[in-house]
């Protein structure tokens, strides 16, 4: 199963998109994290602070991409 690393982070983080909305500096509405992880778009100041917020210290772009997410049963 294949999902945005966005995603993929966001609920390891166990975070609702409103919770890491609110954990960005400032705020993102929830609306623009749904955005990104099912288009794949995002400005870039948003996508910097939404990378902030997750820890993440790779390419902030490369929360976008698409990677192989092994299914949980």
Not at 32 to 40: K, L, M, Q, R, V
Not at 64 to 73: M, Q
Request: glycine share 10%; with cysteine.
């Amino acid at each position: 199963m294949k999902k945005r690393r966005l995603r993929y982070l966001r609920e390891e983080a166990g975070l609702s998109m409103k919770r890491l909305g609110e954990a960005c500096h400032p705020p993102i509405a929830p609306n623009y994290i749904c955005n990104a992880e099912n288009w794949g778009g995002m400005y870039e100041g948003h996508l910097k602070r939404v990378a902030t917020a997750l820890g993440w210290d790779g390419d902030p772009d490369e929360l976008l991409e698409e990677v192989e997410v092994a299914e949980v049963s």
